[in-house]
C-alpha cells in the first residue's frame, strides 16, 4: 500500500508568478484534501475534491484552485502569488464517506515566496 | 467558524512521566476530535481520535478525553519516550469534509 506522495517537496517562486503543486493520493481512496500550514500554525483547509470536482472550500480566495484527475490525483494551483502564501502545502486522501474519519497526509510541499 | 485552541505551545518533560495537551473548540455541533503527531519534514499523522458520543478512549500510552458542556478535550501521553518528540496538533470538525486544527503543540521528552 503506498502513501500520499506530493511534489515537488520545495519550491522557490517570486511574487506575481503562479505555482502548481502536485498530489498522488493513497491506493484505494478517492477523495483529496488540501491544506495549508503557515510556520508555527495547525493546517488550514483549502478544499477538497471527491469525483473530480470540488467538495468543500475554507476560506481561501478564487486564486487557490485545484483539480482531481480519474487516477484521484490532485494539483493545487495558486496564482498571483503574494508573500504570505508562504507555507507548507499538505495534501491528504481518505475515502468518500469516511473523509474527516480516515485522512492520510502526505509529507507536504515547501512553497517559500520572495 | 470554528475556532479550537490548544495549550500549551510547548511542553518538555523527563521521559517516562506523562503528557498531557488541552484544547478547546467554539462550536458545540462539532463532533470529531482527532489528535495528529508531525514530526520534522512530515506530514500530520492520526494517532488517536474520539466522537461526541464517547467521554473517553484509551490506546496503549495514548488517551483522549472530551468534555462536551465545558467544549474541551485533552490528549495525555504516560511513560513518555524520546520518541514521542514531536508536533502535536488536536483538531474539531462539525461536517464531513473539513478539520479545524490548533496551533500545536511541541513536545520534548528529556532522556
Known amino acids: 500500500e503506498t502513501g500520499v506522495t506530493q511534489s515537488p517537496t520545495h519550491l522557490i517562486k517570486t511574487r506575481g508568478q503562479q505555482v502548481t503543486l502536485r498530489c498522488s493520493s493513497q491506493s484505494g481512496h478517492n477523495t483529496v484534501s488540501w491544506y495549508q500550514q503557515a510556520l508555527g500554525q495547525g493546517p488550514q483547509f483549502i478544499f477538497q475534491?471527491?469525483?473530480?470536482?470540488?467538495?468543500g472550500r475554507g476560506n481561501f480566495p478564487p486564486r487557490f484552485s485545484g483539480l482531481q484527475f480519474p487516477n484521484y490525483s490532485s494539483e493545487l494551483n495558486v496564482n498571483a502569488l503574494e508573500l504570505d502564501d508562504s507555507a507548507l502545502y499538505l495534501c491528504?486522501?481518505?475515502?468518500?464517506?469516511?473523509?474527516?474519519?480516515?485522512?492520510?497526509f502526505g509529507s507536504g510541499t515547501r512553497l517559500t515566496v520572495v | 467558524g470554528e475556532n479550537v485552541e490548544q495549550h500549551p505551545s510547548t511542553l518538555s518533560v523527563q521521559e517516562g512521566d506523562s503528557a498531557v495537551i488541552k484544547c478547546t473548540y467554539s462550536?458545540?455541533?462539532?463532533?470529531?476530535f482527532p489528535w495528529y503527531k508531525q514530526e520534522l519534514g512530515k506530514g500530520p499523522q492520526l494517532i488517536i481520535d474520539i466522537r461526541s458520543n464517547v467521554g473517553e478512549k484509551k490506546d496503549q500510552r495514548i488517551a483522549v478525553t472530551l468534555n462536551k458542556t465545558a467544549k474541551h478535550f485533552s490528549l495525555h501521553i504516560t511513560e513518555t519516550q524520546p520518541e514521542d518528540s514531536a508536533v502535536y496538533f488536536c483538531?474539531?470538525?462539525?461536517?464531513?469534509?473539513?478539520?479545524?486544527f490548533g496551533t500545536g503543540t511541541r513536545l520534548t521528552v528529556i532522556p
Open positions: 483538531a474539531a470538525s462539525r461536517e464531513a469534509n473539513n478539520l479545524f
Open positions: 462550536d458545540s455541533a462539532s463532533n470529531y
Open positions: 491528504a486522501s481518505s475515502l468518500a464517506g469516511q473523509t474527516r474519519y480516515g485522512y492520510t
Open positions: 475534491y471527491y469525483r473530480e470536482e470540488e467538495n
